[in-house]
């Protein structure tokens, strides 16, 4: 007989009773794998391994798979106060072997800690991991402990790479921090000869094919992929696939203030009031200022940030994945209408914002899954404005800021405002620049009397935003007709989209191969699919390799 369900208030999604059996609730994110996962980075110093650990981490993190980074090097520093010079590291050297090892270990303690009791997903072990025998080890305590292991070994042979990352990042570690650069340099140059010594690669052709792994080779110039065993490790290398390291600057901003912003309304699809078109004009001065080459600059499908786009005099694209969070059945009214109308709905927003989905529409968390292709191709890209939305902003803002799930609903992205954010060795620099154009203020703060209840329960077999039950909600935008007829009669021409099959938004396309899922990152472009179009290379013993065409 089927069972009674109970629909989760915040959420709106179907949930079994609470006594009835089911699979373990690892955590607050959506469930990508039946058990725990021990990403192990391996590569000589100053080959990206730390950069490589921290930025998958603030991916899978932003994503919703609770993930940390568990670096030895750090480990060792605690143990080891005063760092002498690279004799530290000589394989020679036994007393720091046991030391180091030990270190190792006491890190892998914490790596089960955080995976079997504090509702970890997955753990990165950052560290040079050059010898079979250290991977054995790492090998040996996850199959004890039940977790899956996917290696990651980055390999760089250019000099001027390797130079740079140690000018860049290693000078300024706590082991030279009362160092001059050229000693600093030369003890690290030493401190690497050290590991080349009994360096030994992953090999995925005889010793180590049965392992779960990935070859970056020279920052991503090409790719070596071998027996991936589940969706999270296919996602991980597709984002290690569209990354790079060039010098780049990303500015986000939202549209020119809306005739909705000035009527406290939200949703919809308004255009600018005046001031809003004054923004445009000014955002034009900025950009031209900037003196950027090749200056990318997207949209969404909604005709504030179209407008402001068009006063550029660029070319643009239009995302509808950056569309404006759907308020379903609140679209189009102020906050104190949506108090009157729907009590109820407006006291649970206000209890959980980031997973709170309004009825016949979305929440943060569906946004974020709506706005992964988004992101990954902002990564494969390298000047870019994004002209999008309050919501979608904050979403973008706390991927590139590795903010957190309950701080991302209440990031301040004010009109008129524009976020220069700069790409550095292990974070984003951001710069806020106001463009001298007054605006009304559309945030609102956390109420400090909302008392956040329970951690809301998640979908148990789907990572896909389920549909709600309530009535049909008002549309979000015209028809593709009265738009076409509204750009006819515009003083100035638009950018109108070409007509291509229907795609839901965020949706991502998948390439079988070997058995390996690889997303391709389809992504809304003036209604063209924008596609991370990869070839792969098939050799004896079940791997591939992979290089970006």
């Known amino acids: ?167 860049e990042v290693k000078l300024s570690s706590p082991d030279y921090r009362d160092c001059n650069s050229a000693d600093a340099m030369d003890d690290f140059m030493k401190r690497i000869s050290c590991y080349q010594s009994s360096y030994q690669p992953l090999d995925p052709d005889n010793s180590d094919k049965e392992l779960s792994l990935i070859k970056v080779i020279d920052v991503g110039r090409r790719y070596l992929v071998n027996k991936v065993q589940d969706h999270i490790q296919s996602r991980i290398v597709y984002y290690l696939m569209n990354i790079h390291v060039q010098p780049r600057t990303i500015y986000l901003c939202r549209h020119g203030e809306s005739e909705f912003n000035l009527k406290g309304k939200i949703g919809g699809d308004s255009g600018l009031s005046s001031r809003g078109k004054k923004f445009s004009i000014a955002l ?24 402001t786009a068009e006063a550029l005099d660029l070319p643009y694209e239009q995302w509808k994945a950056l569309n404006e969070i759907d308020a379903g059945v609140c679209e189009e009214l102020t906050y104190d209408e949506i108090k009157e109308k729907h009590p109820e709905e407006f006291a649970l927003r206000d209890q959980d914002k980031y997973y709170y989905r309004y009825p016949s529409g979305e929440s943060y968390q569906d946004l974020v899954q709506r706005l992964e292709p988004v992101i990954m191709e902002l990564e494969r890209q390298e000047n870019v404005l994004v002209v999008c939305h309050q919501a979608v902003m904050r979403c973008l803002l706390a991927y590139f800021l590795d903010k957190s799930a309950e701080e991302m609903p209440y990031l301040k992205c004010p009109l008129h405002t524009v976020l220069k954010l700069t790409p550095v060795a292990y974070g984003c620099r951001v710069e806020s620049i106001f463009l001298n154009i007054e605006a009304v203020n559309t945030h609102r703060d956390k109420p400090e009397d909302a008392k956040k209840g329970p951690n809301a329960l998640m979908r148990r077999n789907s990572v896909t935003p389920l549909a709600s039950p309530e009535p049909t909600k008002k549309p979000r ?73």
């Open 284 to 307: 034009k001065r900025f950009v031209q200022e900037q003196n950027l080459k090749d200056l990318k600059v997207w949209t969404s499908q909604l005709k504030r940030t179209i407008q």
């Open 477 to 549: 935008i015209n028809s593709f007709e009265e738009h076409v007829a509204a750009a006819a009669s515009a003083a100035h021409p638009t950018c109108m989209p070409q007509e291509a099959p229907a795609q839901l938004p965020g949706q991502v396309g998948y390439i079988l191969s070997l058995m390996v899922l690889f997303p391709c990152g389809g992504g809304r472009a003036c209604h063209s699919l924008l596609c991370g179009f990869c070839c792969f290379f098939v050799f004896p013993g079940d791997f591939l390799i992979a290089k970006w065409c």
């Open 1 to 167: 007989m089927p069972m009674e369900l109970t629909q989760s208030r915040i959420q709106k999604i179907w949930l079994p009773p609470d006594n009835h059996p089911a699979l373990p609730h690892r955590s607050c994110g959506p469930q990508l794998t039946n058990s725990p996962t021990v990403i192990v980075m391996v590569g000589l110093p100053a080959r990206g391994k730390t950069y490589i650990s921290k930025k998958l981490t603030r991916y899978l993190n932003w994503i919703g798979v609770p993930t940390k980074v568990f670096n030895v090097g750090e480990y060792r520093r605690e143990a080891v106060k005063h760092y002498s010079s690279y004799d530290f590291f000589r394989p020679d050297n036994e007393e720091a072997m046991k030391v180091r090892k030990q270190c190792a270990l006491h890190a892998l303690r914490d790596v089960k800690l955080y995976l079997s009791e504090e509702g970890g997903q997955i753990a990165v072990f950052d560290a040079t991991n050059t010898t079979r025998d250290r991977r054995a080890m790492i090998l040996h305590f996850a199959k004890e402990n039940g977790f899956k292991v996917f290696f990651i070994e980055s390999i760089c042979n250019d000099p001027n790479v390797v130079a740079t990352n140690i000018m």
